[in-house]
């Protein structure tokens, strides 16, 4: 049974900092690349951040230079160190696991398996 377990959310002030986890278990966490989204209620998933299975990152632009994306294989185990947070990274933010990117990472149709989501919110 696959699980991605998120968790590491919570409340900050703006310019505050957070480290997201999400805990994989149930398929071979090195065979899959994974990224962080974030939603809004009645929004569509955003990409935040992707890592390969080689450790290649990559982040959407509003995220570079305050986020870093990392793994560790040895724990199955992604996270998400968010620092100089903005009131407008306030949303649900979820942990991916995928197999083939299709079209783009940043494409939720890239990713077969997905956490419940942990809650980021951040006060100005």
């Known amino acids: 049974q696959v699980q991605l377990v998120e968790s590491g959310g919570g409340s900050v002030q703006a310019g505050g900092s957070l480290r997201l986890s999400c805990a994989a278990s149930?398929?071979?966490?090195?065979?899959?690349?994974m990224a962080w989204f974030r939603q809004l209620p009645g929004k569509e998933r955003e990409g935040v951040a992707y890592i390969g299975k080689s450790g290649v990152t990559t982040y959407v632009d509003s995220a570079k230079g305050r986020f870093t994306i990392s793994r560790d294989n040895a724990k199955n185990t992604l996270y998400l160190q968010m620092n100089s947070l903005k009131p407008e990274d306030t949303a649900m933010y979820y942990c991916?696991?995928?197999?083939?990117?299709?079209?783009?990472?940043?494409?939720?149709?890239?990713?077969?398996?997905w956490g419940q989501g942990t809650q980021v919110t951040v006060s100005s």
């Open positions: 991916a696991a995928g197999r083939y990117i299709i079209y783009n990472w940043t494409r939720s149709a890239s990713y077969q398996y």
């Open positions: 149930g398929y071979t966490f090195t065979g899959y690349f």
